[in-house]
């Protein structure tokens, strides 16, 4: 673990493969709530009473109406916001990776879609125009989103051979929620639920863990680190004895201190 300002900015200036691990503190800015946090989400009990039984596909099974309109509040609040200074802080890091020929992956739990966004919009990337319902819809070259994206949906039935992603709509219809083009079920939110394991289909896990076999630095940025993959990412990294950045030491602060010469000459454009 680095502790401290020095040994991580000499860490920020050596490595050459980074995997940027990001969380729902990084969208706070933007005015979106943490879930675990003081004011969040599954604290505060805003969109579940109980969310460890009803942020689950057993529950939607039995309540696709519901928890369709559930999904909305957030969903709402998410395109009434927009990305803030710590998105562009990471989308800067990436682009000035790009140029010093450094490998960093960004992994971010977040189902905002802010980094995708922003990544597609400046066009950092190669993402190349992609119907709905064809592979590799929904998802975006430079950022691994290992909990999924609430813009995107999917068949709720597993062994449907629909397996691709289409685009939410963008109104609640309270009088139907969105059916399968194939089958007829009900889809859902291409988002992982408490009663889910990771799968590289949908979340890219096999992908990310082999990136943890392969980086150099560690830098955790706005997460308490409470989910199953996010661990396995830390675990990885200290076993093989690579530094972790805590947030509070996050390349994002390290990249905008002007008085250390090196760092800024390193990492910007």
Known sequence: MVNSMEKA????VSAKNIILLAGAGISVASGLPTYRGKDGLWTRKTL?????LTATKAYFDMNPYEC?????????????????????????MQKAALSKNVELNLVTQNIDGYHADL???TKLFANPEVSEGMPMYGYTNGVYEIHGNLHYMRCSVDFCSNRYLYRVPPVYNEYESPKCKKCGSPMRRN???FDEAYNELYYKSQTVLKKANDHDLLVIA???LKTALPKRI??????????????YLSLIHICRCRRIERCRSRWSP
Not at 48 to 52: D, I
Request: glycine letters at 2%; hydrophobic letters at 35%; charged letters at 25%.
């Open 234 to 247: 830390v675990y990885a990294t200290m076993d093989r004895n690579v530094d972790v950045v805590p947030m």
């Open 119 to 121: 990544i597609k919009e």
């Open 222 to 224: 706005g997460t308490e």
């Open 9 to 12: 900015i000499q860490r920020a």
């Open 191 to 193: 988002t992982l639920m």
């Open 68 to 92: 369709w309109k559930r999904s909305y509040i957030f969903y709402n609040k998410m395109l009434e916001s927009k990305p803030n200074i710590c998105h562009y802080s990471i989308l800067a």
């Open 48 to 52: 579940h009473k109980n969310p460890q």
